[in-house]
């Protein structure tokens, strides 16, 4: 099974812009991937942020968005603000049918 | 509305059984995917299981061989069988709904602990 890599944690000043990122042991992340992201706040359930790479889901804000950098997805924040201050994570779907969640990245705001 | 509620968490020694529950509402299982998503206490995100629309099962390799999971369509309802449970599968279980292989989860889970 892949290992998808994220940034263990990122701090950013209010205002301020963040990107981050999911990479595949396996190689190259691509819109094939699907990649999705998702915030969760302590005791709540994940929140879909973005889905099929760049699509935001039902009232999230448009300062989040999503895309490919690289070989890896991408997640950024412009304009942080405190609320911003969650863990995210990032999905990717398998050809074999299989999904796999990124190890996560703890954003503080600060 | 969209609505999914997890069931049959509890307190089950190393080696046993217990079945998960999701009963969906405002729409049909049968033409859904839906995933076992779980979360260890402190610990991150990490997907389990998914029945596609078409009845196909997929797992991930740290429950395969171990998890089942089935779709009751007169129930709108999809299970999800654990055997021989180990300490590693404490967890708070979610069930969600993919569209376009994106993951809507609703509920708040169900915490499944795995201890003598």
């Known amino acids: 099974q892949p290992v998808v890599t994220q940034e263990p944690s990122f701090s950013v000043s209010p205002g301020g812009t963040l990107t981050l990122t999911c990479g595949l042991s396996s190689g190259s992340v691509s819109t094939s991937h699907y990649p999705s992201w998702y915030q969760q706040t302590p005791g709540q359930a994940p929140r879909t942020l973005i889905y099929s790479t760049d699509i935001r889901s039902s009232g999230v804000p448009d300062r989040f968005s999503g895309s490919i950098l690289g070989n890896k997805a991408a997640l950024t924040i412009t304009g942080a603000q405190a609320d911003d201050e969650s863990d995210y994570y990032c999905?990717?779907?398998?050809?074999?049918?299989?999904?796999?969640f990124g190890t996560g990245t703890r954003v503080t705001v600060l | 509305d969209v609505q999914l509620v997890e069931t049959g968490g509890g307190l089950i020694q190393p080696g046993g059984s217990l079945t998960l529950s999701c009963a969906a509402s405002?729409?049909?299982?049968?033409?859904?995917?839906i995933n076992w998503v779980r979360q260890a206490p402190g610990k991150g995100l990490e997907w389990v299981s998914v029945?596609?629309?078409?009845?196909?099962?997929y797992y991930a390799d740290s429950v395969k061989g171990r998890f089942t999971v089935s779709r009751d369509n007169s129930k709108n309802t999809v299970h999800l069988q654990m055997n021989s449970l180990r300490a590693e599968d404490t967890a708070v279980y979610f069930c969600a709904r993919s569209l376009l292989h994106a993951l809507d989860i609703r509920g708040q889970g169900t915490l499944v602990t795995v201890s003598s």
């Open positions: 999905l990717l779907y398998m050809s074999n049918g299989i999904y796999v």
């Open positions: 029945i596609y629309a078409v009845g196909s099962t």
């Open positions: 405002g729409f049909t299982v049968s033409t859904n995917y």
